[in-house]
């Protein structure tokens, strides 16, 4: 297979619909069920841009054959949602080799095949059953020209007609979440996606690692090891002698190989790279068989080849490779002195020339050589010393590289930058830092790294969709990009959260202004589509060097300073300063005591009864939560829970709560005490959380109890930071039947609105209202009215804090009829509630002056 125009690469394709032949012709195919895509499959588990193949061109020299790569997903990262499996493993980017199975799905899949001639189809289409006849006893042009091998878009073009309106209306009911931004490059290991062999062996000569194509190259290599030809002279005392690193041209069996060998001194061993030139290397050799057959290969030659005079360095012949090459005729280039075409160090490179004999070439791994509109071309080749016309010359070969470079610069700007906004990633961000770190230090002056986080990107991409919160980070990026002054970076770190580096500033005004700058320019709503979104942001700052003098000081602080801004409200910024990161400690140390509490079972409810006065019966039972650490005894959530909602831990503890106190009203139920409900207090983190429901529901199949005996308690906070949010989850909540209750109303920005959106079956009056009731007539309006208010909305009424006799007799005045409060009894361990709940079930009623008051405890 080395004639490039004798080697077809086909795909053959077997799904629900028919089996099918798929010449690769182009540099890029998309696949998967939707219409536009050029491979279409027909399977519902295939997504609809499943896959993607790109041509890759092998610009090394060393394989005239194209190579077909196939990635999960399309060239805009998204994956898809079954992943392909690559003979049997799944992949997520690979190197199409003969013979590759690809599976897409269960029943759609697909055979990788490089067809030489006529034959190998024949077998190719004598391998399964189609649904096409072929005539293999054809070239592959006239099988396609005759249509004898349908075109893709012949094949499906009944069955689009037939299923555009099914593909059009597909959805899925579980979406992909978009990763925080890496390049499938990345993920593949270089060295062993790598064509040409890489060897590495120590300084001993024991070889220590081989890629891929190095072990099916050369398979006796470990066998046969230092005697290889590889290997033969390649560990010396001369070694390190002779630089960093040489490249040298070996010989195996008739395979040449040109060697380029690397000194690395920190891993102490040698690698080398091989790059097979038996082809340059034979049409060298046939240079010197006769006149005719040089003259032939010296003009057919696609690569640029010089005669040149060793002594004078001037040009004796140049072919047509080269002079099209450099733009050149044959009679401008021929008598010109080399240097008039090379850009190089005239010295330099003399002491190079004269070091070449026959034997011993010199490779040139890159040169530039101008082209005559004065423009430079890069090029890679070989000088050898040869025999020309009865003399010795210099020959020169070089080929063309500027695709390869274009191809590695590419590679290279991809690797370090943010595919959706073309920003620097986080990898060139931090090579950008410590530049800057160190022309800081040197020159003494000031620098800054500012965090910045869009509020509330969260909400946009589930309300609105991840393709329109991509549409919003690149208007972020650019808006972000204009605010900075020449000098200054903008990287996207991840997901919605960008960073700014300020190379050099004056003082620390200079960051207050471009905070200010960006305030300004997200004033301007974001108009996408018909869409008007206001965008907003949190800004946290670090100084270099008050704030750290090192690159991982200054992120972390500049992130704690972030986080610090969003605590506080957002839309702001904040300058980092020593006690946050004290707090920060804290907050670690904390997390790892509140894992252990959990792990120890350190952790208890104690139950809280709310009384039905007039009739003395209990209506419910509020869990409390408590901690009894061993060091500091019996701690109140006051204390730590604040603290632990700044932490993820709050969802595993909140967890815990909800099902212990499910459990244990279960346990009450079972012992046949009169069913009540138990209310549980929800956190605004876990609120937050899009799957509440469905974990409530797990947790009341879990523990069997029904759930009208389970009362959910949200304060007013927590319902106004996302309406959007708070009226799916509480009507998901309420369709699962359990009851909701408003904590704290009537303090803060009470709204009558939420009573009126949302079906709550109790009224917590906040308990500020009765621990200081002195039975003025605002108090007693106020109360009355929130009272009427439940009673029009068909609402429970319980008032917290009932510390008094006083304080209940103007509540019962005011026709309050549900309490909860010290006055009647504080929180109970679980033994104590039992024992109080059976003691109204033996009596059917409790009698409320019996119980004297207690002393005040926190709850």
Not at 165 to 179: A, G, I, L, N
Not at 315 to 339: H, P, R
Not at 457 to 481: E, M, P, W, Y
Not at 771 to 783: A, C, F, K, N, P
Request: proline share 4%; charged share 25%; aromatic share 8%.
């Amino acid at each position: 297979m080395n004639n490039l125009s004798e080697v077809r690469h086909l795909l053959v394709i077997a799904d629900q619909k028919s089996r099918r032949i798929v010449p690769l012709t182009d540099n890029t195919y998309s696949i998967g069920r939707d219409p536009n895509s050029n491979i279409l499959l027909y399977d519902r588990q295939v997504s609809r841009h499943h896959a993607t193949i790109l041509k890759i061109d092998d610009n090394t020299g060393n394989n005239d054959q194209p190579c077909y790569r196939i990635i999960d997903g399309n060239l805009q990262g998204k994956k898809s949602t079954n992943g392909i499996a690559v003979n049997g493993k799944q992949s997520l980017s690979h190197d199409l080799a003969p013979g590759d199975l690809i599976r897409f799905g269960n029943q759609c899949q697909a055979n990788y095949h490089m067809i030489a001639d006529s034959s190998e189809l024949a077998l190719l289409e004598g391998s399964g059953d189609s649904n096409k006849e072929i005539n293999t006893s054809l070239p592959l042009e006239e099988l396609l020209s005759e249509n004898k091998i349908a075109s893709l878009d012949e094949i499906f073009l009944e069955d689009e007609e037939e299923d555009a309106e099914q593909v059009q209306t597909m959805s899925f009911k579980k979406r992909e979440k978009k990763t925080e931004s890496e390049s499938l490059k990345n993920q593949v290991s270089l060295a062993d996606a790598n064509p040409n062999p890489i060897i590495e062996v120590d300084f001993q000569g024991q070889i220590v690692y081989l890629n891929a194509a190095a072990k099916i190259k050369f398979p006796d290599l470990n066998k046969l090891q230092a005697l290889h030809p590889i290997l033969q002279n390649l560990v010396g005392e001369r070694t390190p002698k002779e630089g960093t690193s040489f490249v040298r041209e070996i010989q195996i069996e008739n395979s040449f190989f040109e060697q380029h060998i690397h000194y690395l001194k920190e891993s102490e061993c040698l690698r080398s790279y091989l790059f097979e030139i038996t082809k340059y290397r034979k049409r060298e050799i046939k240079l010197t068989t006769g006149k005719d057959r040089y003259r032939f290969f010296f003009e057919q030659s696609t690569e640029g080849i010089l005669v040149i005079n060793p002594d004078t360095k001037h040009i004796i012949e140049a072919n047509q490779a080269y002079c099209k090459l450099l733009g050149y005729s044959s009679a401008e280039i021929i008598g010109c002195n080399l240097y008039q075409l090379l850009e190089i160090e005239r010295e330099s490179f003399n002491q190079i020339l004269e070091q070449i004999t026959p034997d011993n070439p010199y490779i040139i791994r890159e040169s530039f050589h101008r082209h005559q509109n004065g423009s430079l071309l890069a090029v890679a080749g070989k000088i050898n010393l040869t025999n020309y016309q009865r003399q010795e010359v210099l020959c020169l070969v070089v080929r063309d590289i500027r695709d390869r470079k274009q191809a590695e610069e590419e590679l290279q700007y991809q690797l370090l930058h943010d595919p959706l906004t073309n920003l620097p990633n986080r990898q060139l961000f931090k090579q950008q830092l410590a530049t800057a770190l160190a022309h800081a230090k040197r020159h003494e002056h000031l620098m800054a790294v500012i965090f910045i986080d869009i509020d509330s990107f969260t909400h946009i991409n589930n309300t609105l969709g991840h393709s329109l919160g991509d549409k919003v980070l690149q208007s972020f990026a650019k808006r972000l990009s204009s605010c900075i002054r020449a000098g200054d970076m903008v990287n996207r770190w991840g997901s919605d959260e960008f960073v700014v580096l300020l190379p050099q500033i004056k003082n620390t005004e200079d960051t207050v202004k471009l905070a200010q700058r960006i305030f300004e320019i997200l004033q301007r709503p974001l108009i996408l589509g018909k869409h008007r979104l206001q965008i907003k942001c949190s800004i946290g700052i670090a100084i270099y060097p008050q704030d750290g003098d090192n690159a991982e000081g200054l992120l972390k602080n500049a992130d704690t300073a972030l986080y610090r801004t969003k605590e506080q409200g957002k839309n702001h910024y904040q300058f980092y300063s020593p006690h946050l990161t004290a707090e920060a400690e804290i907050l670690m140390r904390l997390e790892s005591l509140l894992h252990q509490a959990l792990e120890k079972k350190q952790f208890f409810l104690e139950y809280q009864p709310q009384l039905e006065y007039k009739t003395g019966k209990i209506v419910g039972m509020e869990a409390l939560l408590r901690w009894e650490n061993p060091a500091f005894g019996v701690i109140m959530p006051q204390k730590f829970l604040p603290l632990a909602a700044k932490t993820n831990l709050i969802l595993h503890l909140s967890k815990w709560v909800l099902k212990t106190a499910c459990e244990q009203n279960l346990s009450w139920q079972k012992d046949n005490l009169p069913p009540i409900p138990v209310t549980v207090n929800l956190s605004a983190k876990e609120f937050q959380q899009p799957h509440l429901a469905t974990v409530v529901a797990s947790i009341l199949d879990e523990t069997g109890l029904d759930p009208q005996w389970l009362e959910l308690e949200i304060t007013e906070l927590t319902l106004r930071q996302n309406l959007n949010l708070a009226r799916k989850t509480l009507q998901d909540l309420q369709n699962l039947g359990v009851r909701i209750a408003l904590d704290d109303f009537g303090c803060g920005f009470s709204s009558l609105g939420y009573l009126k959106q949302f079906s709550f079956r109790t009224l917590k009056l906040h308990q500020d209202f009765v621990r200081d009731l002195r039975g003025t007539s605002e108090e007693l309006g106020l109360i009355s009215a929130i009272l009427a208010i439940g009673k029009g909305f068909n609402m429970r009424v319980v008032a917290e804090g009932v510390e008094t006799s006083e304080q209940l007799k103007i509540l019962e005045d005011l026709d309050c009829r549900e309490i909860q409060g010290y006055w009647f009894s504080h929180p109970l361990p679980t033994k104590e509630a039992t024992e109080l709940l059976s003691k109204i079930a033996r009596n059917n009623y409790i009698d409320s002056a019996n119980f004297m008051s207690l002393p005040m405890i926190d709850s």
